[in-house]
Nanobody
Framework: QVQVVESGGGLVQPGGSLSLSCAAS????????MGWYRQAPGKQRELVAT???????NYKDSVKGRFTISRDNAKNTVYLQMNSLKPEDTAVYYC???????????????WGQGTQVTVSS
């Protein structure tokens, strides 16, 4: 079975930095686009950043210049480096990956369990 596991959340002061990691494991044939999403209290889940298998990136406007998404295809891992964090970045951050399992004919979306990021003084 394909699993997606996130790590790296925590509490940080405004202006600080955090780095999130998300690793896919299991019987994987290939991984397409990967991304990070977040959901703040009382708000809908929103896209933060995506990265293709060829490392082409896309960002939510409010995080451009502060967040950097990257991936290591050999490790089936996507990262989110978050700098200059603001209180409004507080949310549960979720990893998503389009994965084609070795035993399946098509890609499917897999979600991580979510990791809490809290930006507060």
């Amino acid at each position: 079975q394909v699993q997606v596991v996130e790590s790296g959340g925590g509490l940080v002061q405004p202006g600080g930095s955090l780095s999130l990691s998300c690793a896919a494991s299991g019987s994987i044939f290939s991984i397409g686009i990967m991304g990070w999403y977040r959901q703040a209290p009382g708000k809908q889940r929103e896209l933060v950043a995506t990265i293709t298998s060829g490392s082409m990136t896309n960002y939510k406007d409010s995080v451009k210049g502060r967040f950097t998404i990257s991936r290591d295809n050999a490790k089936n891992t996507v990262y989110l480096q978050m700098n200059s964090l603001k209180p409004e970045d507080t949310a549960v951050y979720y990893c998503n990956a389009a994965v084609r399992a070795s035993t399946r004919p098509a890609y499917a979306a897999y979600w991580g369990q979510g990791t809490q990021v809290t930006v507060s003084s």
